[in-house]
C-alpha cells in the first residue's frame, strides 16, 4: 500500500515539475543579442554578420510571392492570386462567351479520341483505344551501390 502511495505521490511531483518547467520564461536570462557586427558561435569564436537583406538570395516563398504580386504593394490581391486560373479558363473558352460548355472543357480529350478513332466509326477496337494510353516517362533508376571489398 505504501508502494502505491509513493508512486502516486512522484507522479503528482513529476507533473508539478513538468508544469513549472514549461511555464518557465527561460528567454528573460538570455542576454541580449549583439549589435549585429558579429554573431557568436556555439564554441564561443566570432562568427560574420549575416548578408544584408538587399544581399541575400531571396527565399523561395519570397519568390513566389514577387511572381503573384504583379503591382509590386507586397501583398497579393483577390484578382492576383486569381490570374494563372482566368488566362486557362480564357484559353479553354474558344467561344469568349464567359461560359465553358462541356466541348469547350473536354477539348483535349475530344481530340485525342479523333485522333485514335483512325477508321471514323465513332468508336475505338482495342488496338485504338491502345494508342489513347498516358505514355509516362520512365523512373530513373538509382546508381548501383558500389559494394566495399573486405579483401
Do not use: H
Not at 125 to 141: D, I, L, Y
Request: charged residues 30%; contains cysteine; proline residues 9%.
Amino acid at each position: 500500500m505504501i508502494r502505491w502511495l509513493a508512486g502516486g505521490a512522484a507522479v503528482i511531483l513529476m507533473g508539478g515539475a513538468l508544469v513549472a518547467f514549461a511555464s518557465a520564461d527561460n528567454d528573460s536570462a538570455l542576454p541580449p543579442p549583439p549589435d549585429g557586427s558579429f554573431r557568436v558561435a556555439p564554441d564561443g569564436g566570432a562568427l560574420p554578420a549575416p548578408p544584408a537583406a538587399d544581399e541575400r538570395e531571396p527565399s523561395r516563398e519570397e519568390k513566389r510571392l514577387a511572381r503573384y504580386d504583379r503591382d509590386k504593394d507586397g501583398a497579393v490581391s483577390r484578382d492576383e492570386y486569381l490570374r494563372a486560373r482566368q488566362r486557362a479558363f480564357a484559353k479553354l473558352d474558344v467561344n469568349g462567351d464567359g461560359r465553358l460548355d462541356f466541348d469547350e472543357y473536354a477539348v483535349k480529350t475530344i481530340d485525342k479520341f479523333k485522333g485514335a478513332d483512325g477508321d471514323r466509326s465513332g468508336r475505338l477496337s482495342a488496338p485504338e483505344f491502345a494508342t489513347t494510353a498516358v505514355q509516362r516517362k520512365p523512373k530513373a533508376a538509382c546508381p548501383p551501390v558500389a559494394e566495399a571489398d573486405d579483401a
